[in-house]
């Protein structure tokens, strides 16, 4: 098949299309200067996984607390795991993108992407 060498203008972008190239481009910059998209995958596993055994855990030893002490001593090594995380947060040593993105955009991006393979299953 021959390319018409008419042809010069470039198509059209819509808003949308805009909206497209500037994801892609941030997710490169993302992909080069910060982790590649299977080191951003284990890190968001980590995460589940440490948060999934600390929760564990905590629900076990707070079903099982018959009084306050008990009830305090249930979330001693959640604090541990990830105490630290919200005074890092509070002092702005860190900063999560959904922070950035903003937590309404966000979670209307999780109900999409959940109703979206929700329907597909």
């Known amino acids: 098949m021959m390319l018409n060498e008419n042809i010069t203008e470039k198509p059209q ?9 500037a994801k ?22 980590d995460i ?3 948060l999934l055994h600390e929760l564990s855990g905590f629900v ?5 607390a018959r009084d306050m002490d008990e009830v305090n001593a249930s979330v001693v090594s959640m604090k ?9 947060v509070g002092n702005n040593e860190l900063r999560f993108p959904y922070q950035v993105k903003g937590l309404d955009v ?4 999780v109900i999409e992407r959940a109703n979206g393979v929700s329907e597909l299953l």
């Open 106 to 109: 966000v979670k209307e991006e």
């Open 60 to 64: 076990n030893k707070l079903s099982e």
């Open 80 to 88: 541990q795991a990830i105490g630290d995380i919200e005074t890092k």
């Open 24 to 45: 892609n481009t941030l997710r490169n910059k993302i992909n080069y200067f910060v982790a590649d998209s299977a080191s951003l995958t284990g890190t968001a596993t």
């Open 13 to 21: 972008l819509v808003d949308h299309d805009g909206v497209e190239q």
């Open 48 to 50: 589940a996984h440490v």
